[in-house]
């Protein structure tokens, strides 16, 4: 089945600082979703991105798809930007999204 | 537009007791689906649907867990007979194309 590797599983920076999140997935994805989770919240969607870039805001996602990879990069860090981030791929024409185990951000001010 | 709903919010049982999730998806969505998502750990998918019919329910412990979605809106997840490994939030989900999850139910099981 379809694996999914997120790193790091854990990074703490001071306000102000930038992330980078990686994401790898063992087979061509059709689907790639970014997703966020506050701690005890639901999961929302931060991007759909099979391939290419797409920017919302102080985040950017880019896909690679023929590398199996996608990065999620936040630009100046806010504490509001705390939580998990899960990346998710999807392969073939189903609809079986397979979740990587998440990336802990801590923002302190 | 609603989003995904689900209730109850949460759920404390004991070994042995029985206990139904609900969902509502959000309308126009034919795929609904059902993970659960144990603590610091990312979701895994127990079933999904399109309209009415079971697409993949192979992570489903069929024993215990049963989901319906009788009319192609609603869903429903039971577990039988709850277990402390059962510990969990179960989430609900529904796509037309992207997943929109909904708040979750937590689960604990004594």
């Known amino acids: 089945g379809q694996q999914v590797q997120q790193s790091p599983a854990s990074l703490v920076l001071q306000e102000g600082e930038n992330a980078e999140l990686q994401c790898n997935f063992s087979?061509?994805?059709?689907?790639l979703q970014w997703f966020y989770q506050h701690p005890g919240g639901r999961l929302v969607s931060l991007f759909y991105n099979p391939s290419g870039t797409k920017h919302t805001g102080r985040l950017t996602s880019t896909t690679v798809t023929n590398e199996r990879r996608s990065s999620l990069h936040i630009s100046s860090s806010q504490t509001t930007d705390s939580g998990t981030y899960f990346c998710?791929?999807?392969?073939?024409?189903?609809?079986?999204?397979?979740f990587g185990k998440g990336a802990k951000l801590t923002v302190s001010p | 537009e609603a989003g995904v709903t689900q209730s109850p919010r949460y759920a404390v049982l004991q070994e042995g007791q029985a206990v139904s999730f609900w969902c509502d998806p959000i309308?126009?969505?034919?795929?609904l689906y059902w993970y659960q998502q144990p603590r610091d750990q990312g979701p895994q998918l127990l079933v999904y649907?399109?309209?009415?019919?079971?697409?993949?329910n192979s992570q489903l412990p069929s024993d215990r867990f049963s989901a319906v979605r009788p009319k192609g809106t609603n869903s429903t997840l039971k577990i039988q007979s709850a277990k402390q490994g059962d510990t969990a939030t179960y989430l609900c989900?529904?796509?037309?194309?992207?997943?929109?999850f909904g708040p979750g139910t937590r689960l604990t099981v004594l």
């Open positions: 309308s126009g969505h034919d795929t």
């Open positions: 989900a529904s796509s037309f194309y992207e997943q929109y």
């Open positions: 998710a791929s999807l392969q073939g024409t189903g609809s079986k999204l397979s």
């Open positions: 649907f399109r309209d009415e019919a079971v697409i993949d």
């Open positions: 087979s061509t994805a059709t689907r």
